[in-house]
């Protein structure tokens, strides 16, 4: 069945930086698109980044639009997500999802605290 495990989160102060890996399975990975997602407590989960199945349209939250970056890298199954310059309002738990999102196939994410 299709799995998505993330990985790469943690406790960064302001500024810092993180590299969040997403590896799929169940599927064939380089066919289809991906998306990252976040979801801060008490609010809804929202999306942060996509990238299609060739890496050709890639596309970013306004948010995180200049300090995110989205890869991936098909012979390994796994998307990326590059945050720099992190800021408080960066802390959430992140998770990936394929394009068309799976709603059964949730991981169980990655955490993201960003504090002094």
């Known amino acids: 069945q299709v799995q998505f495990v993330e990985s790469g989160g943690g406790l960064v102060q302001p500024g810092g930086s993180l590299r969040l890996s997403c590896a799929a399975s169940?599927?064939?990975?380089?066919?289809?698109?991906m998306k990252w997602f976040r979801q801060a407590p008490g609010k809804e989960r929202e999306l942060v980044a996509s990238?299609?199945?060739?890496?050709?349209?890639?596309n970013y939250a306004d948010s995180v639009k200049g300090r995110f970056t989205v890869s991936r890298d098909n012979t390994k199954n796994t998307v990326f997500l590059q945050m720099n310059r992190l800021k408080p309002e960066d802390t959430a738990v992140y998770y990936c999802?394929?394009?068309?999102?799976?709603?059964?196939?949730w991981g169980q994410g990655t955490q993201v605290t960003v504090t002094s």
């Open positions: 999802n394929q394009w068309a999102v799976i709603q059964g196939a």
């Open positions: 169940g599927f064939i990975f380089r066919d289809v698109g």
């Open positions: 990238i299609s199945s060739l890496s050709k349209s890639i």
